[in-house]
């Protein structure tokens, strides 16, 4: 089936390093990549998406990549500071019907350390 | 700013029981979704609806049904709960073709 791999399962960095979080999908015709964002018992919070059209995106300290041929898509953060501290999400999903449901990765626990 | 409410933060309900969990969305989302939050697994999709009285079967439908009467609403019943359906439940909503936004979940024990 459909499924979602995200790597690494934890993350630990020096505060002002940068983190990388990779995912790869399964499905060819997945054309939407969510990042969600986790704080400790808080909801999971969209912080950068990405379509199939374009290959990166950049929000401040947060971008995407897509290579849509490999299948794999990360999240670049720089000058990591304390806050970024939290559960972070992929999501690979496809539009049927005008609903994007997501298969969403295992998740990856960054940890920055002042 | 989308707001989606989860009828309870926490529950504790026993085995057998018919539990059921409340979503609420004030954006007058097509979409709603309903997932289980497990250590290591992720979020995995219970079920969602597109539609008022529409509802279709995600990856985990076992043991769970789903309601959608109104459109703002969406409930997530468990008919016979077991020890096994432990978990944080979150529910979602989103317009066509949108990002999905979160309620703050609801941890359900089952004793």
């Known amino acids: 089936g459909e499924n979602v791999e995200q790597h690494p399962s934890t993350l630990s960095v020096q505060e002002g390093d940068s983190a990388v979080i990779k995912c790869t999908y399964s499905?060819?015709?997945?054309?939407?990549f969510p990042w969600y964002k986790q704080e400790l018992g808080k909801r999971p919070q969209l912080i950068i998406d990405?379509?199939?059209?374009?290959g990166e995106k950049k929000d401040q300290r947060i971008a995407v990549t897509l290579n849509k041929t490999a299948k794999h898509f990360s999240l670049h953060i720089t000058e990591t500071q304390p806050e970024d501290s939290a559960v972070y999400f992929c999501?690979?999903?496809?539009?049927?019907?005008?609903?994007?449901?997501?298969?969403f990765g295992t998740g990856t626990r960054l940890k920055v350390l002042a | 700013d989308v707001k989606v409410t989860q009828s309870s933060r926490y529950l504790v309900k026993r085995t057998g029981e018919k539990v059921f969990l409340e979503c609420v969305q004030d954006?007058?989302?097509?979409?709603m979704f309903w997932y289980r939050q497990d250590p290591g697994l992720g979020l995995r999709l219970i079920y969602f609806?597109?539609?008022?009285?529409?509802?279709e079967k995600g990856d985990i439908p076992e043991g769970y049904s789903v309601s959608r009467e109104k459109k703002e609403r969406f409930s997530l019943i468990l008919e016979s709960a077991s020890t096994n359906q432990t978990s944080m439940y979150l529910c979602?909503?989103?317009?066509?073709?949108?990002?999905?936004?979160f309620g703050d979940g609801t941890r359900l024990s089952i004793l």
């Open positions: 979602a909503s989103s317009s066509e073709n949108q990002p999905q936004h």
């Open positions: 499905d060819s015709a997945s054309n939407y």
């Open positions: 990405i379509r199939s059209n374009v």
């Open positions: 999501a690979a999903s496809k539009s049927t019907s005008g609903t994007y449901k997501y298969i």
């Open positions: 954006m007058d989302h097509e979409n």
């Open positions: 609806s597109y539609d008022v009285k529409m509802k």
